[in-house]
Each structure stands twice: as C-alpha cells, then as structure tokens.
C-alpha cells in the first residue's frame, strides 16, 4: 500500500500582529486544519487537511461524511 499525504507548509504566510498604539510584530498566519476521514485505497483513513483541500475533497467524492446531492 502507498502512502497518501499532504505535503504543505506549517505557516501559511508572514504579517503584522498590530497593538492599539500601532506597534508592529511580525506573526504567523496558520492553515485552517480539520480533521476529516478519507476513502484511500478502500480504506478509510484520518488526515488534518487545509480548509481549502477540504473544499476540493467535497467536490470529488473522497470524503466519507459528505455525498454529492445528485
């Protein structure tokens, strides 16, 4: 059996964390992770994937909590 994963960054990008008197601080912005249950292989298997692959995994069918509405 092959190994499935998402390869992704730990941060998303860099910005400023900004105070009330305008004090700049660089912080992270962090991927929105979920945990969600993938069909691989016929087996179901738990992974934390970005709000954004979430979406595109709706939209396939691999998702074992979500059908399509036909």
Do not use: D
């Amino acid at each position: 059996m092959s190994s499935f994963a998402f390869k992704h960054k730990s941060v998303a990008h860099i910005g400023n964390k900004v105070s009330h008197a305008k004090n700049r601080s660089k912080r992270p912005f962090k991927f929105n992770l979920h945990t969600v249950t993938l069909l691989i292989e016929g087996q179901k298997q738990k992974m934390k994937v970005p709000a954004k692959v979430l979406k595109m995994l709706k939209k396939s069918g691999m998702t074992t909590h979500w059908k399509k509405p036909e």
